[in-house]
């Protein structure tokens, strides 16, 4: 009998039968997807669009072997990724964003009375003996008509000083500030990147150029003084400028005049005036005007009568007049100062009430 593994017929003419090379080749499934070409799938042949039935196969090195449906996740992981690092790069807000932490600079000076302080002559009318040129409250802050400047425009001029605007209002004409320890208001208005310098100051106030809290508003000791009017004496004025092409400013100069008696005193009551000056250097970007935000960036306040040395980080400390025997005048001019002496700030100012 023939060999059961050879054709009836035989073995074909060329052929070669049971020797042939290729018998001992396995064609498994890593042999498969080496592969160069790949035939085409029996879908893929009914449609028609191949003019051959088979087609090279992408040689993806290690990848080669992946579904491609994993390819395909694999290439839109690595856009995504190199999307955001451009973007992380290259983004606008991170080249103009806000600047964070202590951006107010504080100068207190305590103007110390060359006489004693005389109680005012009229207490129903406690500021008669000011000059002319005070109003009463918002009406001195003398706020410029509003216009376009280069970069922005007067809307956004407007919208900055109308929150200008309320934040003296809130910080130095409140009787709740003022006198009842009320600071959430004032926050409200400050950017968020300031807002934790805020905070220090408002909570452990102290000298350091940085953390008066009575460089961001008004505010005196409701244990020692109350307001004998809520009424305030306002002159003072705006301007409006530009830093650079994203940050508008507003300079604040003014002067505030403050009737105070002392705490817990009932009529007839000695009325006292107090006068703050404040300097301050407000600035916006569009992020801040879009929110109703402005950035403190400097103060520099005057106030008196006060006594040289005194305090005045966390509150003003005001020199009240008093009933009885009339007090020693203080000292016409600054206590001496030993430059040796760390024990005060070298920053620390004092000059006498004209």
């Known amino acids: 009998m023939g ?3 050879e054709p009836p017929e035989g073995t074909p003419d060329g052929g070669s039968g049971n020797e042939d090379e290729y018998r001992s080749v396995v064609f498994d499934e890593s042999f498969v997807r080496a592969a160069r070409i790949q035939e ?8 028609g669009h191949y003019p ?11 990848f080669g072997s992946l579904p491609r449906q994993a390819v395909a996740l694999l290439l839109l992981v690595a856009m995504a990724f190199a999307a955001a690092v451009y973007f992380g790069v290259s983004s606008p807000h991170r080249l103009t964003a806000a600047p964070t932490g202590n951006q107010l600079t504080v100068s207190l000076v305590a103007l110390s009375p060359v006489s004693p302080v005389a109680a005012v002559a009229d207490t129903k009318n406690p500021f008669a003996a000011l000059p002319s040129g005070y109003a009463d409250g918002s009406a001195g802050f003398g706020v410029p008509a509003p216009s376009a400047t280069e970069h922005f425009t007067k809307a956004e001029v407007t919208r900055a000083l109308d929150v200008a605007q309320s934040y003296l209002t809130a910080a130095d004409l409140s009787p709740a500030v003022l006198v009842q320890g009320e600071t959430g208001e004032v926050r409200s208005l400050i950017t968020p990147g300031e807002q934790a310098q805020y905070d220090q100051s408002i909570n452990n106030a102290r000298d350091d150029q940085h953390h008066a809290a009575t460089g961001w ?13 809520d009424v305030v004496k306002v002159t003072g004025t705006m301007q409006v400028t530009e830093v650079d092409t994203g940050t508008l400013e507003v300079t604040t100069d003014h002067t ?4 105070l008696r002392p705490a817990g005193t009932e009529s007839p009551v000695l009325v006292s005036l107090f006068s703050v000056r404040r300097e301050l250097r407000l600035e916006f970007d569009r992020a801040d005007i879009g929110a109703g935000h402005l950035r403190v960036v400097d103060a520099v306040e005057q106030a008196g009568p006060t006594t040289c040395g005194t305090p005045l980080a966390d509150h003003f400390q005001p020199v009240l007049a008093t009933r009885g025997p009339v007090p020693a005048a ?3 001019s600054p206590a001496p100062v030993n430059p040796g002496d760390h024990a005060h700030p070298a920053w620390q100012l004092c000059g006498v009430l004209g």
């Open 3 to 5: 060999d059961p593994r």
């Open 52 to 62: 051959r039935a088979v087609r090279p196969r992408v040689f993806l090195g290690p």
């Open 256 to 259: 505030f005049v403050y009737a």
């Open 40 to 47: 085409l799938s029996a879908r893929e042949r009914l449609g």
């Open 217 to 229: 508003l008004v505010r005196f000791d409701p244990g020692q003084v109350a307001l004998a009017s």
């Open 330 to 332: 203080p000292p016409a």
